[in-house]
């Protein structure tokens, strides 16, 4: 997998496709301009775009971005409607709040934490390998007391 | 499409309440506990809520993150006494729409009304602008 901050392959394009199979769309908050290079965005709602990521049997078949829709206070289930009418499965996010989590619960995303990993690349990596922690209320902002 | 209203102080929050529905042309559903909010949230799910201080279970805010477990769609208003700045931090990562101060006016129904509009306007723009990227 290259994992160079070269983004320019990344094409970026309509986000319409369909999910079919075993195809899975994986989306992670980043950084500008997005991109396997680019760093993990630490707060999804408030990420600059998002990666947009289509693998299937461990392997990256697309990379393209997604840009975010705007967030205002209470608006944190915007995101969330915005990825799940993509078509995305997956979250990787750095950190969220408890709402949008239970959101993406509640419409069929799976999130995991990947605020550790150096760039995009390295956390979809993590994730393919199964070395990403489900992300929990624990990792909720506010603590998800 | 309706606005719940959890509290034991549904009198005393009547011009409140007839100000919140009159602003936003939303029916009103009233609630006096935690048990019956959240047997609402699985029959007529409210498109907002609003919750009072002072219910038998707990703080409103601990409802809240009970509330968003069942339904995270649920748009929130929560009453709290306490200092906005105070607030916003008890509140972190809940998507709260507005604190609404302990003793609430007409005044502050129409304000409120006008946070929900302001809600289901930019939801409405979202969804619109979901087909067109989609369809």
Redesign the interface.
């Known amino acids: 997998m290259d994992m160079s901050n070269d983004t320019s392959k990344d094409t970026i394009k309509d986000t319409s496709l369909n999910t079919t199979g075993d195809t899975l769309i994986i989306a992670i908050p980043s950084e500008n301009p997005g991109g396997l290079g680019a760093a993990v965005g630490q707060h999804f709602g408030h990420c600059d775009i998002y990666t947009i990521v289509e693998a299937r049997d461990g392997k990256i078949l697309d990379v393209r971005t997604l840009p975010n829709v705007p967030h205002q206070q209470g608006g944190c289930m915007a995101p969330v409607n915005h990825l799940a009418g993509n078509g995305v499965k997956v979250l990787i996010a750095g950190g969220m709040g408890m709402r949008p989590l239970m959101g993406f619960h509640q419409v069929g995303v799976q999130v995991y934490h990947g605020s550790n990993a150096p760039s995009v690349g390295h956390a979809v990596q993590a994730f393919l390998m199964g070395s990403l922690p489900a992300f929990s209320t624990e990792f909720t902002c506010g603590g998800g007391k | 499409m309706h606005i719940l209203i959890v509290t034991r102080r549904a009198l005393e929050l009547g011009p409140f309440a007839d100000a919140l529905a009159q602003g936003t042309g939303l029916a009103l559903r009233f609630t006096d506990g935690w048990m019956n909010a959240k047997a609402t949230l699985k029959t007529i799910p409210p498109t907002f809520a609003v919750l009072d201080e002072g219910l038998r279970g707990g703080p409103p805010l601990e409802l809240a993150?009970q509330i968003?477990?069942t339904?995270?769609?649920i748009?929130?208003a929560v009453v709290s006494k306490l200092p906005p700045e105070e607030f916003h931090e008890a509140?972190?990562?809940?998507?709260?729409?507005?604190q609404v101060p302990d003793a609430p006016t007409a005044a502050d129904g129409l304000a409120l009304a006008g946070v929900f509009r302001s809600?289901r306007a930019?939801?409405s723009a979202?969804i619109s602008?979901?087909f067109g990227?989609?369809r």
């Open positions: 993150r968003i477990q339904n995270a769609m748009n929130l509140s972190e990562g809940l998507g709260i729409l507005a809600k930019r939801d979202l602008a979901q990227t989609n």
